[in-house]
């Protein structure tokens, strides 16, 4: 029983331990760079490079099938219809 306690003591501490140094090292980064690590252009530029990725896989995927890229079977298809009035 006692041993319980000392190993349920000793894993407490290294969690503690281990939370410490992670948030010391959390405001040292904020410090170097000056405030907030994440900014809206940041965001902005991931999202654009996720998107295009997302894109190509698709396209990739289609051509795998056999099947034509989504923008040119789009562009074939305006083509067909007749322009709304």
């Known amino acids: 029983m006692e041993l319980a306690v000392y190993i ?3 894993v407490l501490l ?3 331990l281990v939370l410490s140094v992670g948030s010391r ?4 980064a904020r410090s170097i760079a000056g405030g907030s690590l994440h900014t809206e252009a ?4 991931i999202e654009a490079v996720d998107i295009d990725q997302m894109v190509e896989a698709r396209h990739d995927l289609r051509r795998r099938n056999g ?17 709304a009035r």
Do not use: N, S, T
């Not at 090292?25 to 040292?28: F, G, I, N």
């Open 14 to 16: 290294l969690l503690v």
């Open 42 to 45: 940041a965001d902005a530029e």
């Open 8 to 10: 349920g003591c000793a």
């Open 67 to 83: 099947r034509e890229e989504l923008g040119e079977e789009l562009g074939r298809e305006a083509l067909r219809r007749p322009p």
């Open 25 to 28: 090292q959390l405001r040292a």
